[in-house]
């Protein structure tokens, strides 16, 4: 499908070379900087690198596997990844089974560089591969009707050793208002560093939404239904005083336990820092016009 709009860095971004040309077309009245050389800026500012694959595919959270950061890498290779379909109902022309390997052969795959910020206060930069999932949307065919889209993980106890367990009401399930899912942002992530996304990751597909906390990015998904009513969201049935169903990476709006405003770089080892969140992540210019005249303190 056509490429519409990729505007976070790639790869061939991150150079050294690249973003002082960046900052030097800034610093020259914005003179041939597009929104990318902008965002890409205002994001290499606070550093870009990917992390290492080890620190990406060994401090996950994914319940189905257990509650621990180390569970999913240690389980997750029970999971049975292929046939994979994702199912596609509600409020759309073309319902049915989608099955993943059609699902692909009609999508440009492409990388996205995105700076990844867990609910825990501890973030990331992760390089994904995948596609939009506006793209997936329009190949169901979305009816007027539809105002959110709701996300479902397999459920499949034998495989998924944490579902034996009533930590979460299983399935996991998430959502988005249809304006957010259709952000060219927001992607349907199928690799890792060009490789096949790594079960502890959410294999064979899932949601990646920047500049949301991790727990909307749900993974592993068999199911998306178009609906006009806001769907329930796993974390928000669980502990609804503590987290909402937007789940905007906000600095200013603590949860109710922890600040949100600064945030532990993994990696690095014992030298692992601090930094200051930034409003939406980093990715503000791109996404506050969704929450214009929202009070996001109390849609949280
Ligand atoms: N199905 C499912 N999706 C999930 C989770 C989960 O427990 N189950 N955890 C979420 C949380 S809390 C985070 S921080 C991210 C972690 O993604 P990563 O392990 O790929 O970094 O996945 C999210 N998606
Ligand atoms: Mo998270």
Redesign the pocket.
């Known amino acids: 499908m056509a490429h519409r709009w990729t505007n976070d860095l790639s790869r061939a971004d991150i150079t050294p070379e690249h973003i002082y040309m960046n900052r030097r077309q800034i610093m020259a009245g914005l003179a041939g900087v597009g929104l990318a050389g902008i965002a890409g800026q205002a994001q290499a500012s606070q550093g870009l690198t990917p992390n290492s694959w080890d620190d990406?595919t060994n401090y996950?959270?994914?319940?189905?596997f257990g509650t621990g950061k180390e569970d999913?890498a240690r389980y997750a290779s029970a999971l049975t990844t292929s046939p994979w379909t994702i199912k596609i109902d509600g409020m759309v022309d073309r319902p049915g089974e989608y099955a993943l390997g059609d699902i692909l052969s009609k999508m440009t795959i492409e990388e996205r560089i995105y700076r990844?910020r867990?609910?825990e206060a501890w973030s990331?930069v992760?390089p994904w591969n995948g596609f939009e999932l506006s793209d997936l949307l329009d190949m169901a065919g979305v009816q007027d009707s539809a105002k959110y889209v709701a996300f479902e993980?397999l459920y499949r106890p034998d495989e998924m050793r944490g579902q034996k367990f009533s930590t979460i009401d299983w399935p996991?399930v998430e959502g988005l208002r249809l304006d957010e899912a259709r952000h060219p942002l927001t992607i349907m992530a199928t690799g890792l560093y060009g490789k096949d996304l790594p079960k502890?990751?959410?294999a064979p597909i899932?949601l990646v939404v920047p500049w949301k906390y991790?727990?909307k990015?749900?993974?592993?998904v068999v199911r998306i239904t178009l609906t006009d009513r806001r769907p329930p969201t796993s974390w928000n049935k669980l502990i609804p005083r503590e987290y909402g169903f937007y789940s905007n990476v906000n600095p200013k709006v603590d949860h109710p336990r922890w600040s949100q405003a600064s945030e532990r770089v993994v990696g690095g080892g014992l030298f692992s820092r601090r930094q200051d969140t930034l409003m939406f992540n980093g990715y503000e210019s791109q996404v506050a016009s969704l929450y214009k005249g929202m009070d996001l303190a109390k849609n949280f």
């Open positions: 990406i996950n959270n994914f319940y189905e999913p990844f867990c609910v990331m992760i993980t996991y502890q990751n959410g899932r991790g727990f990015s749900i993974k592993s």
